[in-house]
């Protein structure tokens, strides 16, 4: 089975173009094998793509644990990189389907890619759990962002694992720990649900940046500074919708044998 090697700000992917396969494979069953950073090819995550039209495709997401998830910041922009490279279409802006929502990403000149992430679902604006105060929101998938006075004071692996599954949450959530540096800028770390600590996470920073914006403590753009480098995170007051930019970058490409 052919593949490729992403990330987005060290959030890494497997990608795999579902209308190039020969045989059925049942990723239920060897997803977490794949992701598997010792003996697999070791990821965050499985993103496979396929087309629907000249200008739509589609991307279902396996994390790490095996299970499938409704959205990923990271991935899509490594997913919108992919499909313009292999010219699966000519336009620099199309639309992706996942489980929760349409995406349309945005090719940029300079190569980064601009995401229209949709409208942010707010859950509960203000919620304190475990002693962390923050927000309930979705981006397609769950997320609750806590604002900390010193990330550096944060157990983010014991208290990531703690939220993800707190009774508040019945299907899990992603976690997210933020500090405010200015009105324009966090410094963010994530547990996500699946997956653990991982160096970025794109729905988290759009998650974190609302919930800034909801405690009147950040502008309307602001740039998250994660540990695998910086996305810009705007939610526009024009049509409620967050838009999300940043990088991503092709590793290698193989095949995995099943």
Request: charged fraction near 20%.
């Amino acid at each position: 089975m052919k593949f490729a090697k992403w990330h987005g700000l060290g959030n890494d992917f497997i990608i795999i173009n579902l209308d190039e396969l020969t045989e059925k494979i049942d990723f239920d069953s060897c997803s977490a094998a794949m992701c598997d950073r010792h003996f697999g090819i070791g990821a965050d995550s499985i993103l496979l793509l396929s087309k629907i039209s000249d200008n739509t495709f589609s991307m279902k997401i396996y994390t790490a644990d095996g299970l499938t998830t409704e959205m990923c910041g990271n991935g899509i922009r490594c997913a919108a990189k992919y499909i313009y490279q292999k010219k699966w279409t000519a336009e620099k802006s199309f639309n992706v389907i996942t489980e929760k929502r349409t995406l349309t990403p945005q090719i940029l000149d300079n190569g980064e890619i601009r995401v229209d992430m949709g409208e942010p679902i707010i859950n509960c604006a203000d919620l304190t759990l475990q002693g962390f105060n923050g927000s309930d929101i979705s981006m397609g998938n769950p997320h609750f962002a806590a604002i900390v006075d010193d990330l550096l004071l944060v157990n983010i692996a014991e208290s990531g694992k703690s939220l993800e599954l707190d009774s508040h949450f019945p299907n899990r959530s992603n976690i997210e720990f933020f500090q405010i540096l200015d009105r324009r800028n966090i410094r963010m770390k994530v547990w996500e649900r699946g997956c653990g600590i991982t160096l970025a996470c794109g729905t988290g920073s759009c998650a974190s940046t609302v919930t800034g914006i909801l405690h009147d403590k950040l502008d309307r753009v602001v740039t998250v500074h994660l540990d695998g480098g910086k996305l810009q995170v705007e939610w526009s007051q024009a049509n409620n919708h967050v838009y999300m930019t940043g990088p991503c970058t092709e590793v290698f490409e193989g095949e995995y044998y099943v």
